[in-house]
């Protein structure tokens, strides 16, 4: 039987903690951190995630600044939009919710975004840096999953790490970070000859492809960890249901500590992205104070 990583307590602890310290930055230096969110169109899902990053943006005591657009907006409107966010001083975070309407380009749309702002870390400058070692906004889902690794182990030194897909969201700077932890990481993707075999030899499994129950328990060394980034709608005996990337019933009992879906990596990932904006938040406020400037305009 694994050790089930509960992410819904997981993250409220790290929440709890970021409520402190907005508190904090309030009273001692009358900033408000601010999250600016854009929506475009109306896919069920993105409205889902992003009214859920809104809630816990203010249950934190965040200021949730949401932007909506139709579906058929322009590039010049949403870039127009991103540029004013970038200039607002009271403004520090600014997410654009991913996918994008196929009219517009998501690689201008993130790169329009002022590096220091980006909270999704998705900005290539952020990517670079993160790639490089260098201080970074690192991506919130990645992130959220290292959280998770550490209840697990205290030093990830030398652990053999298999990522499971290699999504610029998720799979690629999850390898960077497991990397930085000094594991040794292989990244398996759909062109990639005998994955259950390298999968098997693994102590940490990422999977993060979007394929319901993809991983199998023959994929899983004994007491491996089993971190599922996947969130799949599928229909069970005519009900919709949330399905992992991996195979939780054939799995759990094969496996050392193992995150469910739903209850996982998600809340995980909202808590990193309010992380990442107190971060933005502090940092700001902290070269303010260094160099005598006000901060009651931010
Ligand atoms: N769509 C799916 N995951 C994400 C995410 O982490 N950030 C944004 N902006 N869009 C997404």
Known sequence: ???????????????????????????????????????????PASQVYVRNKAKRATEVGMLSIEYRFDADTSQEKLNKLILELNRDP???????????????????????????????GFHPQNVGALASGQPALVPCTPQGCMIMLQEVYEDLRGKSAVVVGRSNIVGKPMAMLLLQANCTVTIVHSHTVGIEEICR???????????????????IKPGATVIDVG??????????KLRGDVDFQNVEPIAGAITPVPGGVGPMTIACLLLNTLKVAKEKSAFMKRNGLATEAM
């Open 90 to 120: 009271t403004v520090h975070g600014i997410l654009v919710q991913l996918p994008l309407p196929s009219h517009l380009s998501e690689d201008e749309v993130i790169a329009a975004i002022a590096p220091g702002k980006d909270v999704d």
């Open 1 to 43: 039987m694994a050790h089930i990583l509960d992410g819904k307590l997981l993250s409220a602890q790290v929440l709890e903690e970021v409520a402190r310290e907005v508190e904090i930055l309030k009273a001692e230096r009358g900033v408000v951190p601010a999250l600016a969110v854009i929506l475009v169109g109306d896919d």
């Open 231 to 240: 969130i799949n709608e599928v229909y069970e005996e005519g009900r919709r």
């Open 201 to 219: 030899r693994a102590d940490i499994v990422v999977a993060a492809v979007g394929r319901a129950g993809l991983v199998k328990s023959d994929w």
